[in-house]
């Protein structure tokens, strides 16, 4: 729940470069939540991706078909969940070539577990303080050296070059399978003089980076409905519902108070695909009035043995 956010929180404020704020993540914000029925689930997440105070798209899904009736919604940095949909499309993809069928939706889980705990380790955490020692490797050189020279080994030396500016922690976007060399320029440590142009070479492993995505996977298994819930290093439990994303914390209260009825006299609701598309959408309309990340449209998917159905939900703009 909440713990889990303060916990990302926490590791993305330990991962902060204190020489310049640089991060290699981003949170997108987002709410993302499954529900499981009788004999189908519906999984729904907001289209609106935003960093800080800015929203940079209104039209930004955070759905992902793996399988044939197998979905995954994902809230976090937008680039680890492009990444971790890509491979797990690549695997996915694999496995039918091997066995000549799908996978099921308790083997997509169980990939979606081990490819996130395959990750777990954060080698950006050297990068933010000198005493902590990953396997990342933080080199810092070239101190006076100019900036066409530093272009140049940069090139050279490199398959990709990110030049960060002086004061703007930008954040860029991390690919699997690479190795990034980020030149931070950045003002002095505290207590330190300041020299004119102190440059921290950052040679990063993407390849070994913890995907920043927060993930609700849904489908039928059995003929029944499957939802799975996760953290951020692939633990997962199959649950009635879960949500995740900036708006957990209004809609979670809301799904224990409708669907779990664990401190009421009065009898459940009836889990018909309609009933429950419409709790759904009361959802979002809820936290989108409190959660600023939350907004635009809600694609609402429900998955049975037969089709996956497809609903749009328009919600507030601002």
């Excluded at 994902?74 to 066995?99: E, F, N, P, W």
């Excluded at 040679?203 to 070994?208: E, G, I, Q, R, V």
Aim: charge should be positive.
């Amino acid at each position: 729940g909440d713990r889990q956010h303060r916990a990302a929180a926490k590791s993305e404020e330990t991962a902060t470069m204190s020489r310049g704020g640089f991060s290699p993540y981003d949170f997108n914000g987002g709410t993302v939540l499954a529900i499981a029925g009788p004999d189908f689930a519906v999984i729904a997440a907001d289209t609106r991706m935003s960093t800080g105070y800015s929203i940079l798209s209104r039209n930004m899904s955070k759905m992902n078909q793996i399988g044939p009736r197998t979905i995954m919604a994902s809230s976090g940095c937008q680039t680890d969940v492009v990444t971790l949909a890509s491979q797990l499309k690549i695997k996915h993809q694999m496995y039918q070539h091997r066995t000549g069928k799908p996978m099921s939706t308790p083997s997509v889980a169980q990939m979606l577990s081990t490819t996130l705990y395959y990750k777990r380790f954060f080698p950006y955490e050297a990068a933010a303080s000198r005493r902590r020692r990953t396997r990342a490797v933080v080199m810092r050189f070239f101190k006076k050296l100019s900036f066409f020279v530093l272009l140049f080994f940069s090139v050279t030396w490199c398959r990709r070059c990110v030049f960060l500016s002086f004061f703007f922690p930008v954040r860029p976007s991390i690919r699997h399978g690479r190795t990034d060399l980020f030149v931070v320029l950045a003002p002095a440590e505290p207590g330190r003089a300041r020299p004119k142009a102190s440059l921290t070479i950052v040679l990063l492993s993407a390849s070994d980076s913890r995907y920043y995505a927060f993930n609700v996977l849904a489908g039928v298994a059995d003929g029944k409905g499957a939802v799975y819930s996760y953290d951020a290093i692939g633990s997962f439990e199959r649950v009635p519902f879960s949500a995740t994303g900036s708006g957990q914390s209004y809609v979670v209260p809301l799904l224990d108070n409708i669907l779990c009825h664990k401190n009421r006299q009065d009898a459940p609701p009836d889990l018909t695909v309609d009933n429950v598309v419409k709790i759904v959408k009361e959802a979002f309309v809820g936290a989108g009035e409190r959660d600023i990340y939350t907004g635009d449209k809600v694609e609402i998917l429900v998955i049975t043995d037969g089709a996956i159905d497809k609903q749009v939900f328009n919600l507030k703009k601002d």
